[in-house]
């Protein structure tokens, strides 16, 4: 079925921004609130919401094999469910009618009141209901910068790591948002110098910039997902911040990995960009240092070119973007990382969410940690208000935005943006 929402050179009848994230050629999926207290699934054009539930009830995809409430609830998973076939009908259909030559709904005022709406009259929320979440450990450059801190340079990468996509079970309950503050969260630490543990707020605080992607029901229990069949199981992607507590996480790590330490928090972007709108962002990623099993062996270019950046606003000043990297430094690409997940026969459901780890490039100013770039906080970043950051400070705010570009056509998820507060207090 052809990608005919792609087209470069179709243009829209809602106003668009030259450089906004949400051309015609994106239409990303996500959950909002309406002003009437209506929750409904949706897409976006510019600056503009649009409720896909009253574009179903009044006939817009009549042709399409949809049930009746399809838009009418508060998650994705049942779309999702449906599959890569219905993803494309309902996004090409999408395309025609907010197409600038297609006058049916752009000259129906009635449809348009209950169809379209403005960013501050919906609340956006989790779009997907998210059952597991499983985060890799994917970037070669940030495996090895944390693995250099730790065990020194000659074994910063540990022997498994070239031959499996590495990851761990996450914690979905805790999945939030862009706009949902974080606490600062307290646990157990070793201090430097010290023999026993204390207990108290953490006093590390980082961000890893991620990417996710969100999967369909994929497998049977026991039966794997060829890596090459692994794409058309992908619904699409988000932006991910996956904070960090890294002295709650250094403590509680052996030996069995993290935990109270990346299990507070974890913030998403609302917007799902679906696989076919960055169809046109393919790239060849990194080559491969180690022969690798057969199943790991992948035709065609699997990683794509997102440009990803990071900034941090301390309280009543201006932010200041602290790193720029790009999701085509990932070593092992999502079909791997969908492939190895099921190889021993683990089933993915819908809205599921596979994250990436951080993602660090080559040079100074692409990591993906603040770990990394203050080099355990020993080199701290100057802010533009002169204020300096080992680690994040309760009232900052951290900023995450990804997009791609290409041949003039832009195509974003937004960003995050969430705030850390302070240790909870009850009262």
Known sequence: ????????????????????????????????LTRDDIITIGTRIGDT????????????????????????????????ADGRKTWRLVRNRIAEIFDAENDSLKSNKQHKEVVLFRLDEIEMQLPVQIGDYTNFYASKEHATNIGAFFRGSEQALLPNWLHIPVGYHGRSSSIIPSGIPVHRPQGQTLPTG????VFGPSESIDFELEMAFITTDANDFGEPIPVNEAEEHIFGLVLLNDWSARDIQKWESDPFGPFLGKS?????????????????????????????????KYNGKKSYDINLEVAIQPKGAKETVVSKTNFKYIYWNMAQQLAHHTINGCPVNSGDMMGSGAISGPTPNSLGSLLELTSQGKHPLKMTDGSERKFINDSDTVI?????????TRIGF??????????????
């Not at 051309?23 to 999926?29: A, E, G, R, V």
């Not at 507070?264 to 690798?292: C, M």
């Open 414 to 427: 937004g960003e995050i943006s969430t705030k850390l507060l302070p240790v909870y207090c009850k009262n």
């Open 264 to 296: 507070f928090a974890s913030s998403i972007s609302p917007w799902i960009v679906t696989l076919d709108a960055l169809e046109p962002y393919r790239v060849e990623g990194p080559k491969s240092l180690k022969k690798q099993l057969n199943y790991l």
């Open 400 to 408: 995450m935005r990804a997009h791609c570009e290409k041949d003039g």
């Open 49 to 80: 919401a649009i409720d896909l539930g009253a574009l179903h009830q009044l006939g817009y995809f009549k042709d399409i094999p949809l049930t009746d409430d399809i838009f009418l609830q508060d998650t994705l998973n049942d779309f999702i």
């Open 194 to 197: 010290v023999t026993e543990p």
């Open 1 to 32: 079925m052809p990608l005919t929402a792609n087209n470069p050179e179709r243009m829209s009848w809602l106003h668009v921004d030259k450089n906004s994230d949400f051309p015609i050629q994106n239409i990303p999926f996500g959950v909002f």
